[in-house]
Nanobody, 114 residues
C-alpha cells in the first residue's frame, strides 16, 4: 500500500520553530520528487516547497523562502520541512505529496499563535 504519514505539527509561538516529517512506504521513495503543500483555514491549498528525487534540488514559495528548509533522507524514506521564524500566517494543515505516485499524506496541523 502506498502511504505517506506526516508528523511533527503542533502549537508554537510566533518566531518559533517546528520540524515536520513525512514517512513514506509502499513505493520507491527515491524515485520521486516530493512537495509540501499547506491549506489554511478557509483558504485554498498553497504549494510551499519541493525537493528533487535525489535531494539536490530544492524549491520554495516566496512566502517561506529563507525561513523553511526542505530535505530528504532516502535511506529512511522520509522528507522533512524545517520551519523557522514561524508567523501566524503559517497556520495551516501541512501535507506531503509524492509527485510520481500522485499520493498525499493525511496532513499535520501547525498553529502559530501567542
Amino acid at each position: 500500500e502506498v502511504q505517506l504519514v506526516e508528523s511533527g505539527g503542533g502549537l508554537v509561538q510566533p518566531g518559533g520553530s517546528l520540524r515536520l516529517s513525512c514517512a513514506a512506504s509502499g513505493f520507491s521513495f527515491g524515485n520521486t520528487a516530493m512537495s509540501w503543500v499547506r491549506q489554511a483555514p478557509g483558504k485554498g491549498p498553497e504549494w510551499v516547497s519541493a525537493v528533487g528525487s535525489g535531494g539536490g534540488r530544492t524549491y520554495y514559495s516566496d512566502s517561506v523562502k529563507g525561513r523553511f528548509t526542505i530535505s530528504r533522507d532516502n535511506a529512511k524514506n522520509t522528507v522533512y520541512l524545517q520551519m523557522n521564524s514561524l508567523k501566524p500566517e503559517d497556520t495551516a494543515d501541512y501535507y506531503c505529496y509524492a509527485h510520481l505516485y500522485r499520493t498525499w499524506g493525511q496532513g499535520t496541523q501547525v498553529s502559530v499563535s501567542s
